[in-house]
């Protein structure tokens, strides 16, 4: 089942084609990553998957629902998209499990509640005992893990991560790509942007973008 | 197998003689696989055998001119399109593969990425293994080996941000 689909996307920054007719879906239970060098678009084809910017032209579909006639595209983003920014964007006057919490509070669900579902991805990415730390207390790797925590929570359907394994060395950067898996392999549908071949590998399809084009995919086959 | 179709190669841009043949091999790939003359000129008799090849005239000191037939030039275009595996030999043969298509193919970029796609691929299957061993001396052995497809990838994106460069 298709998450989100973008066909025949482009978007343009006035004389700067960042996307060009990108046709991309990502199913339910599927890693999709994209790779790049800088400047390619990656971050660009992310945005318009998760609703954060619309397309010059084509058409960009969340869970069947085209996002050019949607309202209220913050509360559907809400909803249905968890997001890891490249700059992880964490509050640092709140602890681990306040940012976490934060989307579920915005959502609309109780305090006691969003902080029992907040704990609970804190105990999955393996930061159970670092709830009550505040960020700059934390590690890299550990508040790379709280930005995807945050991301998680709330059984987000599709899940965006941007250069999620930022600097972090490689066994650090394998453990968050093991969550990611994980998310996948759990039903969510997870779109990954990485330069780092090695990560993009974790993915059931790489899809190569050179100048806002896909040039290539590489698919991985399945077992039966 | 790399030095006949590197020869081939270098063929489609037009006639040569042997010592033109090995004098440009080595240029274009840094003089890391020196030939010898004997190589050279078993490979030529090899490939006219095969009919790749033909003899043309004569230069004016009397050297023997190669030239390609249409046959050869589809073996050149076969061997760029096919990605090399890692049971190929993967250094030496994709080190010739690519140094040769920067030297003689004009799609040379098309070369690299059909590369990259097959090369991601075998990365996708090495992670998987990976995912689905319990064992951390299998999972660090199969590590070994992602690393070295990294290794091929960062120098692939090297050739083509060189190529870019060069084209531009
Ligand atoms: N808000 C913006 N305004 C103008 N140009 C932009 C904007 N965002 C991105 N671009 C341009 O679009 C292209 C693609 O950018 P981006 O998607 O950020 O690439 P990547 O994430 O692959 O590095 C670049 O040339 C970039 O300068
Ligand atoms: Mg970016």
């Known amino acids: ?224 | 197998m790399s030095i006949r179709y590197g020869l081939l190669a270098l063929l489609s841009r037009g006639p040569r003689h042997g010592y033109q043949l090995r004098q440009e091999f080595e240029a274009s790939t840094g003089a890391t696989w020196p030939l010898n003359i004997g190589q050279v000129y078993t490979t030529l008799s090899r490939l006219e055998r095969d009919g790749l090849i033909r003899q043309g005239e004569a230069d004016e000191q009397g050297r023997v001119v190669y030239e390609i037939t249409e046959a050869g030039r589809a073996e050149v275009e076969r061997w760029f399109g096919t990605p090399v595996t890692p049971a190929d030999r993967p250094r030496d043969e994709l080190v010739i593969k690519l140094a040769m298509a920067v030297a003689t193919c004009p799609d040379a970029l098309k070369v690299i990425q059909a590369q990259r796609t097959a090369s991601m691929r075998a990365m996708q299957e090495l992670t998987r293994a990976k995912r689905d061993t319990a064992s951390p001396a299998q999972r660090l052995v199969l590590d070994s080996m992602i690393f070295q497809v990294e290794a091929e990838q960062r120098w692939l994106d090297h050739c083509e941000a060189v190529l870019r460069e060069e084209q531009s």
């Open chain 1, 1 to 224: 089942m298709t998450v989100v689909r973008l066909a025949n996307v482009s978007r343009s920054y006035g004389e700067v084609h960042a996307l060009r007719n990108v046709d991309l879906e990502v199913a339910a239970g599927r890693l999709v990553a994209v790779m790049g060098p800088s400047g390619s678009g990656k971050s660009t084809l992310l945005n318009l998957a998760g609703g954060l910017d619309l397309p010059t032209s084509g058409t960009v579909t969340l869970e069947g629902v085209d996002l050019a006639a949607v309202k209220d595209l913050a509360a559907l983003r809400r909803r249905s998209v968890g997001y890891v920014f490249q700059d992880l964007n964490l509050i640092p006057s709140l602890t681990a499990v306040e940012n976490v919490m934060l989307p579920r509070e915005l959502d609309g669900v109780r305090a006691r509640q969003a902080r029992a579902e907040a704990l609970a991805v804190l105990e999955e990415v393996g930061l159970a005992e670092a709830a009550g730390r505040f960020p700059d207390e934390l590690s890299g790797g550990q508040r790379q893990r709280v930005a995807i925590a945050r991301a998680l929570v709330g059984e987000r359907r599709l899940v965006l991560a941007d250069e999620p394994t930022g600097a972090l060395d490689t066994r650090t950067g394998d453990e968050i790509l093991q969550l990611l898996r994980g998310r996948a392999d759990a039903g969510a549908a997870v779109l990954l942007v990485t330069h780092e071949s090695r990560y993009a590998a974790w993915a059931d399809r790489v899809v190569f973008l050179r100048d806002g084009e896909i040039a290539d995919s590489a698919l991985l086959e399945e077992v039966r």
